[in-house]
């Protein structure tokens, strides 16, 4: 919740106050930067790297700490917190090893007994601007490349998670980085696109929705001298097609829709199932589905789902599930708002295949459409009708209906017999269409976080005109 000059976080589950602070101030923060980042990048890449090793070792110390405050602010049932503090550990030495292998020195002989060289330098002053969901681990994936690259960093976490974000900037403070060459910057909406126009800002690190990702990129479309690296959203289909094992294609396409309660970029939005299999499949989700236990982040036995983010999220996916409805969906499994007073809803199911328009939106939360249909174009076709493109999955089928799908569908990040969220940090991870600007995060996040610079290069000066000149 944000107010004029603070932020308040409240968790999602109890509408308890966990963490308040002031707003920053941008132009105080950009200037600590402006003056840290050379200093910052002037160390050797081994002592960047070994500073942020100590991070881990800071992190491990207070991991389960770590934990549950993510559960709290997040509304994440803890063993998923627990999973997702893990892969923060994890996201050091995957940077290092993409820092190796996207901007390697490279030198190659020339004429004259000279040289190629290509080195890559920091853009130097980075935001990063991070998502209430995976508040840490998303933020960390941009984080962790831009300072071992040489940037200075200043991190805007969501006004919806800024204590996890605040708790992120204290363990690399506490392990080394300095306190000027990585900042926590507090605000909401404005502050952030205060920071992204700031001309002392080099280059942008943006995940979140895809209206915040345009107004971005409108806001920067004069100044192509910044690097923007857009993480956005997408309208994901799942396609079950031929397959007898309907229970595990079932419950691939519930953990698609449904883990962290829908509310990651790569929850499955549509699912595109072929008629003669449509009973069976349905069905089977619908069981599933039915058995989901929704809970607060430390209830015993522990939840598959815990609350969406907010009341205000809440409130805009049961009002999108009335729309549907009304609009010529047909309900299989309700959404029901469980507590009045909190955002718990439980998994809902629609079937929209006789929509007249099917609204192509990113339902961020536990709502899945379904759409019937006769053939693997049509499937293929139908996973295809979106603006976005950042995941596709297909369940089922043999080799050569995965190679048609794999070659068709436009998608980032495209999946066989795996959930939509089935994505490794040691690949590049992105979308294309309404969901990225062709800048994939991950292991690809190097890419964004520092420039190539091509040299030719000769020990001493060696030239002459062979051509057009009088002679002497």
Request: with cysteine; hydrophobic share 45%; proline share 6%.
């Amino acid at each position: 919740m944000a107010m004029t000059d603070e932020i308040v976080s409240l968790a999602p589950a109890t509408g308890a106050e966990l963490w308040r602070a002031p707003v920053g101030d941008v132009d105080e923060l950009v200037e600590r930067a402006r003056r840290a980042w050379g200093t910052w990048a002037a160390q050797s890449l081994a002592n960047r790297i070994e500073l942020c090793r100590r991070f881990v070792n800071e992190l491990r110390k207070e991991q389960d700490s770590f934990a549950e405050l993510i559960a709290q602010e997040c509304g994440k049932p803890l063993w998923e917190a627990r999973s997702e503090v893990e892969a923060v550990l994890a996201r050091v030495e995957i940077s290092v090893r993409s820092y190796a292998e996207r901007t390697a020195q490279r030198r190659l002989d020339n004429a004259m007994q000279g040289s190629t060289a290509l080195r890559h330098k920091p853009h130097g002053v980075m935001a990063v601007i991070g998502p209430a969901t995976f508040a840490a681990h998303l933020p960390a994936g941009h984080i962790i490349p831009a300072l071992i690259a040489g940037n200075a960093v200043i991190f805007k976490p969501s006004e919806k998670a800024p204590a996890t974000g605040e708790f992120l900037v204290r363990c690399m403070h506490r392990a080394g980085i300095p306190a000027n060459a990585l900042q926590l910057l507090v605000g909401g909406p404005a502050i952030g696109q205060e920071l992204v126009a700031h001309d002392g800002v080099d280059g942008i690190l943006f995940t979140g929705s895809a209206l915040n990702g345009i107004a971005i990129n409108r806001k920067l479309a004069t100044n192509p001298a910044k690097i923007v690296a857009l993480e956005l959203g997408g309208n994901n289909p799942i396609v079950v097609w031929d397959t007898p094992k309907i229970q595990d294609a079932a419950t691939l396409v519930v953990q698609s829709a449904f883990a962290t309660s829908g509310q990651r970029c790569t929850s499955a939005r549509r699912l595109i199932v072929r008629s003669s299999l449509y009973d069976a499949v349905v069905g089977e989700v619908k069981a599933l589905a039915d058995r989901i236990v929704v809970g607060a982040p430390f209830d015993d036995p522990q939840p598959f789902m815990g609350p969406v983010i907010d009341n205000g999220a809440a409130e805009g996916l049961t009002e999108s599930f009335v729309y549907l409805l009304s609009h010529g969906g047909r309900p299989i499994k309700h959404m029901v708002r469980l507590d009045r007073e909190r955002p718990f809803l439980t998994p809902s199911i629609i079937d929209t295949t006789a929509m007249a328009e099917r609204p192509d939106v990113e339902l961020f939360g536990p709502l899945l459409q379904v759409i019937r249909v006769d053939d693997f174009d049509e499937a293929i076709a139908e996973a295809n009708a979106t603006r976005f493109g950042l995941v596709a999955a297909l369940i089922g089928g043999a080799p050569q209906d995965y190679n048609r799908f794999w070659a068709n569908v436009r998608a980032g990040v495209v999946n066989w017999n795996q959930t939509t969220n089935a994505a490794t940090a040691g690949a590049p991870f992105g979308g294309i269409g309404l969901s990225g600007n062709h800048r994939p995060g991950a292991f690809y996040t190097a890419d964004a976080c520092a420039y190539p610079v091509a040299s030719t290069e000769l020990e001493q000066p060696r030239a002459s005109i062979g051509i057009g000149l009088k002679e002497v």
